[in-house]
T-cell receptor, first 114, second 113 residues
């Protein structure tokens, strides 16, 4: 069975500083990986996804993530955070050919200090 | 193109009642999935519908059910509500399912008293 771990429950970062959110997954086949962001009271917005190919993927809002198969990781990064980046971030792995089931990590809540 | 819409946005029910939530996918999308989000359990997959058939199911009791109509709109139903069913219920749609991006709606927040 697939699983996703986000080791950091909370992260506080200063505005303008860099951000890295960690994600480790467990999946028997080639994973389909996603990062979503959720603002309070809102649904989930897709930041970026990895299906195959280039292991460094670019997303919206200046985010990028790197797939490392050897480490079973898909960490999310942003060089310079903005106050509007304060939200909860979820990493997810897709079941791929088995259908559209996503398994999510527990989420990382990001607080941005002025 | 309009996004995924969910109705109602907020709902208050009492224990023992039943509830029906509705989801309209993005136009042209045929796969609809449902997720439950709670502070304790996080985001959990409920089920996926494609072409009016349930294609995948998560580990939820039979009180949770769903269906999909010929226009791809989907409903989920929870019978005999329990306090623990209080959650944000999210619907997501994609074109065909499988290795695709799912687009999420704003959710329905259900409070069971």
């Amino acid at each position: 069975a697939q699983s996703v771990t986000q080791p950091d429950i909370h992260i506080t970062v200063s505005e303008g500083a860099s951000l890295e959110l960690r994600c480790n997954y467990s999946y028997g086949a080639t994973p389909y990986l996603f990062w979503y962001v959720q603002s309070p009271g809102q649904g989930l917005q897709l930041l970026l996804k990895y299906f195959s190919g280039d292991t460094l993927v670019q997303g919206i809002k200046g985010f990028e993530a790197e797939f490392k198969r050897s480490q079973s990781s898909f960490n999310l990064r942003k060089p310079s955070v903005h106050w509007s980046d304060a939200a909860e971030y979820f990493c997810a792995v897709g079941a791929g050919a088995a259908g559209n089931k996503l398994t999510f990590g527990g989420g990382t809540r990001v607080l941005v200090k002025p | 193109k309009a996004g995924v819409t969910q109705t109602p946005r907020y709902l208050i029910k009492t224990r023992g009642q039943q509830v029906t939530l509705s989801c309209s996918p993005i136009s042209g999308h045929r796969s609809v999935s449902w997720y439950q989000q709670t502070p304790g359990q996080g985001l959990q997959f409920l089920f996926e519908y494609f072409s009016e058939t349930q294609r995948n199911k998560g580990n939820f009791p039979g009180r949770f059910s769903g269906r999909q109509f010929s226009n791809s709109r989907s409903e989920m139903n929870v019978s005999t509500l329990e306090l623990g069913d209080s959650a944000l219920y999210l619907c997501a749609s994609s074109l065909e399912g499988g290795a695709e991006t799912q687009y999420f709606g704003p959710g329905t927040r259900l409070l069971v008293l």
